[in-house]
Structure formats: structure tokens, C-alpha cells
Nanobody, 124 residues
Framework: QVQLVESGGGLVQAGDSLRLSCADS????????LGWFRQAPGKEREFVSA????????YYADSVKGRFAISRDNAKNTVYLQMNSLKPEDTAVYYC?????????????????WGQGTQVTVSS
């Protein structure tokens, strides 16, 4: 069983940085694909980034490419999202997600487990 808990959200100003963390208490963390999604009020959940089990493959949404970086530490059962040069349009609830199948995906429907979300607010 995978249980994901996000942390690290908060209120920052445009141009600032934040690092989100997502810890998993399950026993299969090292073999699963992990992703980050976000959802702003009144909008659909959108893909942000994903990382393969061995960190070799990473995906990013065009809107965050060059500003955000995903990483994982399988020994700590934790995945990170380093967010730099934050913009007001990055404001959303950020969700960590895990996929049982080891194939990368940008589709939120492909992910089997979700965290509760952490709020990120970027003021202008």
C-alpha cells in the first residue's frame, strides 16, 4: 500500500523558491513512478512533473520547464519538487501521485495513489 503525504507549501512572493516534499510510508516506493500535479480554483487538475523509479527519466509541463526540478530519494521514500522563480500563476494546490505501473505518464487518470495536497500561493 502507498500512502503519500505532502509538505512544504506556503505563501511566497513572485520570484521566490519553495521545495515540496512527498513522503511515502509504503514498501514499494522505489519501484513506482511518481508525479506532481496541481489544481487552481475553478480549473482542472494539471500535470506538473513526473520521475521514473530510477530517476533517469523526468517529465515537465512546458509551463514549469526550466524553473521546477523533480527528484527522489528512494532510501528516504521521498520525492521532491524544487520550485524556483515562482509566478502568481503557479498558485494552486499541489498533489503528489504514484503510479503502480512503471511507465511514465502525464495523465492524472493513470495514477493510482494521491496525497492530500499542499497549498502554494504566490503573491505578485
Amino acid at each position: 500500500q502507498v500512502q503519500l503525504v505532502e509538505s512544504g507549501g506556503g505563501l511566497v512572493q513572485a520570484g521566490d523558491s519553495l521545495r515540496l516534499s512527498c513522503a511515502d510510508s509504503g514498501r514499494t516506493f522505489s519501484s513506482i513512478v511518481l508525479g506532481w500535479f496541481r489544481q487552481a480554483p475553478g480549473k482542472e487538475r494539471e500535470f506538473v512533473s513526473a520521475i521514473s523509479w530510477n530517476s533517469i527519466i523526468t517529465y515537465y509541463a512546458d509551463s514549469v520547464k526550466g524553473r521546477f526540478a523533480i527528484s527522489r530519494d528512494n532510501a528516504k521514500n521521498t520525492v521532491y519538487l524544487q520550485m524556483n522563480s515562482l509566478k502568481p500563476e503557479d498558485t494552486a494546490v499541489y498533489y503528489c501521485a504514484a503510479r503502480r505501473v512503471g511507465i511514465m505518464s502525464r495523465n492524472h487518470a493513470a495514477y493510482d495513489y494521491w496525497g492530500q495536497g499542499t497549498q502554494v500561493t504566490v503573491s505578485s
